[in-house]
């Protein structure tokens, strides 16, 4: 693949975001230091020429999962283009549902106890509940961002909500999750660039909530993870690419974020599509970050051409 001198990279944004946020702008400043000429893009554009683009960036589409067809369209448009895109497609393909976990545990990651359900599937909650002796559980469709359709309900609450929950798996395959008291001291989230530890922040719900997500009152703070923390994040990374036939060099960016039980980390979402990174939580982070993006163009400059796309899955 041959770049322009001044290679030109599309900062994919969404409906709901269409504007850079402030990292965005500031990753933008980065690339624009250094030679590139980045700019905002929506994906839902129709007239936007892909292949007028070296780069195509996955940022703030965060709205993609209530149009999961078209996103999938536009997925399958980008990878017959002659562009790059950070993550892959592939790479998107697998994390946009959330039965990716299932996968992660099969190859020996730490995650909460959760039972997948698929959709149409005739199940009762609170059946659930007493077959796993669990009181508490948080409800998940398996493909949305931002805590969407997300709910929380307890084995005296289970059969008020049964209607709610036969509603859901209508048309979703779904997640029931054992509620984890520890979110009340904060989901820890860990940003890591090619593989490499940059930084994390706690995110805290809301004193009568329990998401910890700005959408629902959560807040976020600077934190320091011991490192016992970080090699388990890491693990789930690795574990990632052993899923995906990749190495975790190949995710331009990922957010691991889960629970801290004793000294065991229990991850609750590998974000590799459009996470919030707090660039400014992290020490040089904009500069790390535009590293990575610059070596991600590299490795696919270099490589020949039937390799720019993922490598199939491996068992190994």
């Not at 554009?45 to 369209?73: G, I, K, M």
């Amino acid at each position: 693949m041959t770049y322009r001198s001044s290679p030109r990279i599309g900062l994919v944004t969404g409906e709901t975001a269409p504007n850079l946020t402030e990292d965005g702008q500031a990753l933008q400043t980065e690339l624009g230091n250094r030679g590139f000429s980045a700019e905002s893009v929506l994906w839902t554009d129709s007239t936007v020429e892909w292949d007028s683009f070296d780069v195509v960036l996955v940022r703030s589409c965060w709205e993609y999962h209530s149009q999961l067809d078209a996103f999938q369209n536009w997925l399958d448009r980008i990878e017959n283009v002659d562009v790059v895109l950070l993550n892959s497609a592939d790479t998107i393909r697998w994390n946009h549902h959330k039965f990716y976990l299932r996968d992660l545990e099969q190859r020996g990651v730490s995650i909460l106890p959760t039972t997948w359900v698929e959709r149409s599937t005739e199940i009762d909650l609170r059946t659930v509940l007493e077959y796993d002796d669990w009181r508490e559980v948080v409800v998940k469709p398996a493909v949305g961002t931002s805590s969407s359709g997300v709910w929380r309900t307890s084995h005296d609450e289970a059969r008020k909500h049964q209607q709610r929950f036969e509603d859901i798996i209508s048309s979703n395959d779904v997640l029931i999750q054992q509620f984890a008291p520890e979110i009340e001291d904060g989901e820890r989230s860990l940003v890591f660039f090619e593989g490499s530890f940059s930084h994390a922040t706690r995110q805290l719900p809301a004193a009568d909530d329990f998401r910890a997500h700005p959408n629902y009152g959560g807040s976020s703070e600077p934190y320091e993870p011991p490192r016992e923390i970080v090699e388990q994040a890491a693990a789930v990374l690795e574990a990632a690419g052993k899923e995906l036939g990749t190495s975790p060099i190949d995710f331009t960016y990922a957010r691991v974020d889960g629970i801290e039980r004793g000294d065991e980390f229990l991850l609750m979402e590998l974000e590799l599509i459009e996470p919030y990174l707090n660039l400014d939580a992290g020490e040089d982070a904009v500069a790390v970050f535009t590293d990575a993006i610059e070596a991600g163009v590299a490795r696919h400059a270099t490589a020949p051409a039937e390799n720019h796309r993922s490598s199939p899955r491996t068992d190994d």
